[in-house]
């Protein structure tokens, strides 16, 4: 089965700083990734997804996540992070073949701070 | 367009009392999942249903946990008999199938403790 690593739990950034959040998936065959946000308080928030064709994926608030199949990687960023992005990010995976569900990783938390 | 509704928002209960969560996927959709979300844990699938036919309960953890679909519209999971490591905040979502892709619909969540 598969699984979403996300070794970052907890990240703190001043606002202009860069962003990269890392997401590594396990499956050896063809995958759909997602890239969810959980405001505070809030539900999930669907940010970005991939599923074929260019690898650099651009996102809604100026995020973006490149696919890079060699190292089963889809990691998050954004060149200038705001106050307003602190929020929880949840990498996710589905298998690209029959009917199955997202797989998600454990979240990484992300406090911006002024 | 109305998203995926959950009730109640809140619930403080005691141990022992039986606790039902409620869901009204978005309509249209074919596919409604349950999360648990904890610190400990993150994000958990308890069990997802196509067509009002669960698929797979694997994720959920214990007898005392149950869920149905008796219509396209609606979800319930229920918890009996209630224990504290129950609480959590427990997520409905919906999608317009199980095909792999399609984006998944999350609700406000309903935030459980138990004491």
């Known amino acids: 089965a598969q699984s979403v690593s996300q070794h970052n739990h907890h990240v703190i950034l001043s606002e202009a700083a860069s962003l990269e959040l890392g997401c590594n998936y396990s499956y050896g065959g063809t995958v759909n990734l997602f890239w969810y946000v959980q405001y505070p308080g809030q539900h999930l928030q669907l940010l970005l997804k991939?599923?074929?064709?260019?690898?650099l994926v651009k996102g809604i608030k100026g995020f973006e996540a490149e696919f890079i199949k060699s190292k089963f990687s889809f990691n998050l960023r954004k060149p200038s992070v705001q106050w307003s992005d602190t929020a929880e990010y949840f990498c996710a995976v589905t298998v690209n073949s029959g009917n199955t569900p997202l797989v998600f990783g454990k979240g990484t938390r992300l406090s911006v701070i002024a | 367009d109305a998203g995926v509704i959950q009730s109640p928002r809140h619930e403080v209960t005691e141990m022992g009392q039986e606790v039902t969560l409620r869901c009204k996927p978005i309509s249209g959709h074919n596919s409604l999942f349950w999360y648990r979300q904890t610190m400990m844990r993150g994000l958990e699938l308890l069990i997802y249903?196509?067509?009002?036919?669960?698929?797979?309960d694997s994720g959920m953890p214990e007898d005392r946990f149950s869920a149905k679909m008796p219509n396209a519209s609606f979800s319930t999971l229920k918890i009996q008999p209630s224990e504290p490591r129950d609480s959590a905040v427990y997520f409905c979502?919906?999608?317009?199938?199980?095909?792999?892709?399609?984006?998944?619909?999350f609700g406000e969540g309903s935030w459980l403790t138990v004491v």
């Open positions: 991939y599923f074929s064709g260019d690898p």
């Open positions: 979502a919906s999608s317009p199938t199980l095909i792999s892709g399609n984006t998944i619909y």
């Open positions: 249903f196509n067509n009002n036919v669960p698929i797979d």
